[in-house]
């Protein structure tokens, strides 16, 4: 089935992703993206391209039927599948605040006591 630009656009809309970021997953340019959405330039775009961004948007949750898109629902995780992921969120975090310098109260407030 061939793309159009419209469900393109109704993938990247729904997913609530911005031409930069689908670039980004396609790894391709966001002017490729700009030029895939737009009616006039859907042909000088490579098929590969295209299945780059398909792929990328498949990848998402996205399902390509005949005149539009479908979102797929993820498979519901069980307990430890969802205690694994929540672990790893929870490093991760860790791991950026670690990096960071600690607040104190005097970041707080300007030399004059008021709040900054």
């Known amino acids: ?3 159009v630009p419209d469900q ?9 992703l911005r031409q930069d970021e689908l670039a980004k997953r396609a790894h391709v340019s966001t002017v490729t ?3 895939v959405e737009s009616a006039d330039y859907v042909s000088m775009v490579a ?3 295209i299945a780059e961004i398909r ?3 498949e990848n998402s949750g996205v399902e390509f039927i005949d005149g539009g898109i479908k979102i797929r629902r993820p498979a519901p995780l069980d307990r430890g599948d969802r205690l ?12 950026r605040l670690r990096a960071r310098e600690m607040m104190v109260e005097a970041d707080l407030y300007d030399d004059a006591g008021l709040p900054a």
């Not at 393109?8 to 609530?16: E, G, S, V, Y």
């Not at 694994?84 to 791991?95: D, H, V």
């Open 1 to 3: 089935m061939m793309l």
């Open 8 to 16: 393109i656009r109704a993938a990247r809309a729904w997913l609530n």
């Open 33 to 35: 993206i700009r030029r």
């Open 47 to 49: 098929p590969s391209t």
């Open 55 to 57: 792929q990328a948007l």
């Open 84 to 95: 694994e992921q929540l672990k790893l969120i929870s490093a991760r975090s860790a791991a």
